[in-house]
């Protein structure tokens, strides 16, 4: 073993059990959900999961803790919460312990709005109307009508309203510093999906987690053949009109990297960023019969299809044939979308309640019994 190595003393800190995690939209965070729900059945946790037949904990209305499936009976006993929720912090403190751990990730702007416009294209009357992304960033107030300023959420500053601020506010610096102070309040840690193994590592570091528990294969992306090429002059329309998000975006990646080189250092940052992307090439040479996600019409097993969206072809995994029982669960947990994780959590946790209807096959029952 090289010196640094043994600078490190072996186990000065126990893994934090009490997480929660505010999912925004478009980031990268149905990965991280896949990672908190593998972490909450490693450890045996309990995960505060949407009540009856929700599928996310009352979004997009504000959060309130009877969303929560059992809050009335478990009260303060939950170790993990991570599905899509609309932030507010008194009633979130009601579920999580005292000393629960908060973290978020956050994604530039930019690319976010390209993503939300062919995810939710069908969904958002602002894009609706509007033939491309290009053409709703030439004029977006001709799209955009304050009337369905519920419906159009993911059109304008989403990260913004994730949080449980107004994403229409008017971009007044002291009231955007003040969100930003409260941000920092609220929250121990911010990372950045652009720089997405950087922010494992920092989150593996900082929740004194294994390596393992941070490793994953990326959940619920599109093919590329649904990116839309923005134009530079809509790029720097994005900048202008999600002006809230980009201020978000801005102050965060800038403490994400001065938080790097506090704890870390750029160094051991790239060693141990290699040495995540070596480990997860070895488990999907051990998963997948691609070593690739696969568009829709290619995944053999209907129950690991993950949820289709708008215009986008959401990708996902073929596992080998024949894998044994202990590598198979191993593999279907990486490769499980959100909401059949989410409801398969939910019949463990939960077993006396009807199931969640995803009017999917269930492969899940199998699991159940062993």
């Given at each position: 073993?090289?010196?640094?190595?043994?600078?490190?003393?072996?186990?000065?800190?126990?893994?934090?059990?009490?997480?929660?995690?505010l999912?925004t939209?478009?980031?990268?965070?149905?990965?991280?959900?896949?990672?908190?729900?593998r972490?909450?059945?490693?450890y045996?946790?309990?995960?505060?999961?949407?009540a009856?037949?929700?599928?996310?904990?009352?979004?997009?209305?504000?959060?309130?803790?009877?969303?929560?499936?059992?809050?009335?009976?478990?009260g303060?006993?939950?170790?993990?919460?991570?599905?899509?929720?609309?932030?507010?912090p008194?009633?979130?403190?009601?579920?999580?312990?005292?000393?629960?751990?908060?973290?978020?990730?956050?994604?530039?702007?930019?690319?976010?709005?390209?993503?939300?416009?062919?995810?939710?294209?069908?969904?958002?009357p602002?894009?609706?109307?509007?033939?491309?992304?290009?053409?709703?960033l030439?004029?977006?107030?001709k799209?955009?009508?304050?009337?369905?300023?519920?419906?159009?959420?993911?059109?304008?500053?989403?990260?913004?309203?994730?949080?449980?601020?107004?994403?229409?506010?008017?971009?007044?610096?002291?009231?955007?510093?003040?969100?930003l102070?409260?941000?920092?309040?609220?929250?121990?840690?911010i990372?950045?999906?652009?720089?997405?193994?950087?922010?494992?590592?920092?989150?593996?570091?900082?929740?004194?987690w294994?390596?393992?528990d941070?490793?994953?294969?990326?959940?619920?992306?599109?093919?590329?053949?649904?990116?839309?090429?923005?134009?530079?002059?809509?790029?720097?329309?994005?900048?202008?009109?999600?002006?809230?998000?980009?201020?978000?975006?801005?102050?965060?990646?800038?403490?994400?990297?001065?938080?790097?080189?506090?704890?870390?250092?750029?160094?051991?940052?790239e060693?141990?960023?290699?040495h995540?992307?070596?480990?997860?090439?070895?488990?999907?040479?051990t998963?997948?019969?691609?070593?690739?996600?696969?568009?829709?019409?290619?995944?053999?097993?209907?129950?690991?299809?993950?949820?289709?969206?708008?215009?986008?072809?959401?990708?996902?995994y073929?596992?080998?044939?024949?894998?044994?029982?202990?590598?198979?669960?191993?593999?279907?947990?990486m490769?499980?979308?959100?909401?059949?994780?989410m409801?398969?959590?939910?019949?463990?946790?939960?077993?006396?309640?009807?199931?969640?209807?995803?009017?999917?096959?269930?492969?899940?029952?199998?699991?159940?019994?062993?």
């Amino acid at each position: 073993k090289s010196h640094e190595e043994l600078l490190i003393p072996p186990m000065l800190c126990h893994a934090k059990t009490n997480v929660m995690f505010l999912k925004t939209h478009k980031t990268a965070s149905s990965t991280v959900l896949n990672i908190m729900f593998r972490f909450a059945e490693r450890y045996n946790l309990t995960v505060a999961l949407p009540a009856d037949q929700l599928f996310h904990l009352g979004y997009p209305r504000t959060f309130v803790a009877h969303f929560v499936e059992g809050f009335e009976a478990i009260g303060q006993n939950y170790n993990i919460m991570c599905n899509h929720l609309r932030f507010n912090p008194l009633e979130v403190k009601k579920v999580m312990a005292a000393n629960t751990f908060y973290f978020s990730i956050l994604r530039n702007p930019i690319p976010l709005l390209e993503s939300s416009y062919i995810y939710y294209k069908n969904n958002v009357p602002a894009f609706r109307s509007s033939r491309n992304v290009n053409e709703f960033l030439a004029s977006p107030m001709k799209y955009y009508h304050p009337a369905d300023y519920r419906e159009n959420i993911y059109a304008r500053n989403i990260m913004w309203f994730d949080f449980g601020y107004d994403n229409n506010a008017e971009d007044d610096t002291k009231y955007t510093q003040a969100v930003l102070e409260e941000i920092e309040q609220n929250f121990h840690l911010i990372l950045i999906a652009d720089y997405f193994d950087e922010s494992m590592i920092l989150l593996k570091h900082t929740l004194c987690w294994d390596l393992d528990d941070v490793i994953y294969f990326k959940l619920n992306s599109r093919s590329q053949d649904t990116v839309q090429t923005m134009t530079p002059e809509s790029e720097e329309q994005i900048k202008a009109w999600c002006s809230l998000d980009w201020k978000l975006y801005l102050h965060f990646n800038q403490s994400f990297w001065r938080r790097i080189e506090e704890t870390i250092g750029l160094e051991m940052l790239e060693k141990e960023v290699d040495h995540l992307r070596t480990r997860q090439k070895e488990l999907m040479e051990t998963c997948l019969s691609e070593q690739e996600a696969v568009g829709k019409d290619h995944i053999r097993n209907k129950a690991l299809l993950p949820f289709q969206s708008g215009a986008a072809n959401i990708l996902g995994y073929n596992l080998k044939q024949d894998l044994d029982n202990r590598t198979l669960r191993t593999c279907q947990k990486m490769v499980m979308p959100e909401l059949q994780y989410m409801s398969y959590l939910y019949a463990v946790q939960h077993p006396h309640k009807k199931r969640k209807e995803l009017g999917l096959p269930l492969l899940w029952t199998r699991l159940q019994e062993n």
